[in-house]
C-alpha cells in the first residue's frame, strides 16, 4: 500500500510515516519504476508499535531497541522489561520536576493581585526578577 493508506491504518500522519522510513525504523519496498515507497503488513504493525511507544514518550532509539526485541522472537521479557522500568523512573522524574513547577508558579498566581497595577511577581517571576515589571 501506498504512504497515504499506510499513514490512515497505522495512526499516524504521512510525514511522521515518511519519518520513520527515513531513519530505517521501517523500511518499505520502492518501487523502483515510480519511487513510491509500499508499505506491507509488517511495516503497518511495526508503524503502529513504534506510534504507540513514542506515545509513552519512548525516544527513537528506544524505538529502535525495541522495534529489535520486537522482531526478535527468543528475546528474554527481562530486556523488555528493563527498557519499560528506565522509562517508569524517567517519568517519575518528570512528574517531580513538574510538581516542582507548578508549585512555583502556583505561588507566584497567589502572589499577584491580579488588578489594574502593572506591578505583576508572575511576570517577575518569569523574568527572574525582585520586582513587577
Known amino acids: 500500500m501506498k504512504i497515504s493508506q499506510a499513514a490512515a491504518e497505522s495512526g499516524l500522519t504521512v510525514k511522521t510515516v515518511r519519518y520513520y522510513a527515513n531513519i530505517g525504523l521501517v523500511c518499505p ?4 519504476a515510480t519511487g513510491y515507497r509500499h508499505y506491507d503488513a509488517s511495516d503497518i504493525a ?16 528506544d524505538c529502535r531497541e525495541l522495534l529489535a526485541l520486537y522482531e526478535d522472537k527468543d528475546r ?7 527498557i519499560a522500568m528506565n522509562k517508569i523512573a524517567d517519568i517519575d522524574r518528570r512528574l517531580g520536576e513538574l510538581r516542582r513547577l507548578k508549585s512555583e508558579l502556583a505561588a507566584l498566581a497567589h502572589a499577584c493581585d491580579g488588578d489594574d497595577r502593572p506591578d505583576c511577581p508572575i ?10 515589571g
Do not use: C, Q
Open 29 to 32: 519496498t520502492i518501487d523502483i
Open 46 to 61: 511495526k508503524l503502529k508499535f513504534v506510534g504507540t511507544a513514542r506515545r509513552f514518550d519512548f525516544s527513537i532509539e
Open 123 to 132: 511576570i517577575a517571576g518569569l523574568a527572574g526578577t525582585a520586582h513587577g
Open 76 to 82: 528474554p521479557s527481562r530486556d523488555v522489561k528493563k
